[in-house]
């Protein structure tokens, strides 16, 4: 039988990737909506979580895409109340709020899944599989897009605990931190934030090892999303987001579709919930907090939408 799921925060990424993976899993039924304005054709709607959640005892999933602000009041209840959650990426606005939320899912004895949907790239694990046992010498992170197609309007990303550029940059981490065979950390940061926002739209990053980082939200026309390795036995490349493997030059798997990455998410969850786990991997996310702590903040021309 599929669990029923409420989604919460029909925006965007809702609308575009959620809703779509939940239609086709063969675990999971959107059973309702939490939104103050956002709704789903043909699904219950709700517009705040108490309510769902005292309507709904039947639903047993909550899975979280609305802004990291607010996300944790949100988790919070979810919890209280016996359900499992996922948590839309980033987990939430700081560190200590997700390492609470952890505490809160094990006293209750539910899931909590803090979701990397860049992990689940179609390459991620072949590219995981290729360096395992290698020696990486180096790597350079090229992150850039353009926020007016991906946030339209959404001054939420701007603001403080929007992380700004490390919204999408946070995705590259993700896989860095997946597939290299040891960790890094950052070592220096140059942040770029514009004179009328809270939050970085550019950043500059350096990490122990070699590596490198560059990401941009001021990008037009093809958006860039790679990841190059260099090591020992030559050098391998992820692209399209880490949808597409390259080794040597040469082209050795994967495709340039990012539609199966929230898919898998919700396989994974059925997993964890299945077996009575969680996993909050907050690996991707200490590095933003470090580049937030020590990078040099240099003030850029303003933006808007």
């Given amino acids: ?60 999933v909550v899975s979280l895409c609305l802004p990291p602000q607010p996300r944790f009041a949100y988790a919070e209840a979810a919890l209280a109340a016996g359900r499992h959650v996922m948590l839309e990426k980033p987990p939430g606005q700081t560190l200590a709020e997700v390492h609470a939320l952890q505490a809160m899912a094990a006293r209750a004895g539910v899931t909590l899944y803090a979701t990397w949907h860049s992990r689940q790239a179609r390459a991620v694990a ?37 992380m700004g550029v490390f919204d999408p940059g946070i995705n590259a981490l993700s896989i860095l931190t997946e597939i290299l065979p040891a960790p890094v950390h950052l070592t220096g940061a140059v942040l770029e934030f514009p004179a009328n926002r809270d939050a970085p739209i550019a950043a500059q990053l350096a990490f122990s090892g070699g590596v490198t980082a560059e990401f941009d939200w001021r990008q037009e026309g093809p958006q860039t999303w790679d990841i190059a390795v260099m090591t020992d036995a030559g050098p391998m490349a992820l692209r399209f987001g880490g949808n597409e493997l390259w080794i040597g030059g040469t082209k050795a798997g994967g495709e340039a579709d990012i539609m199966g990455e929230y898919p898998a998410l919700y396989a994974r969850m059925a997993q964890l919930v299945h077996g009575g786990e969680s996993d909050v991997d907050l690996a991707p996310m200490v590095l933003v907090a470090d580049a937030m702590t020590i990078g040099r903040r240099v003030t850029v021309a303003p933006f808007d939408f």
Avoid at 6 to 28: E, R, T
Avoid at 130 to 140: K, S
């Fill in 1 to 60: 039988m599929r669990r029923r799921v409420a989604l919460v925060g029909i925006g965007k990424i809702a609308v575009d990737q959620h809703v779509p993976a939940l239609v086709a899993s063969p675990d999971f039924e959107l059973a309702c909506t939490v939104s103050r304005s956002g709704r789903v054709d043909g699904v219950e709607g709700f517009t705040d979580i108490a309510t769902m959640l005292a309507a709904r005892p039947d639903v047993e």
């Fill in 126 to 162: 072949a590219a995981k599989a290729w360096l395992a046992g290698r020696q990486v010498t180096g790597a350079h992170i090229t992150w850039r897009e353009d926020v007016r197609k991906w946030h339209p309007g959404q001054d939420w990303v701007f603001a403080p605990g929007g």
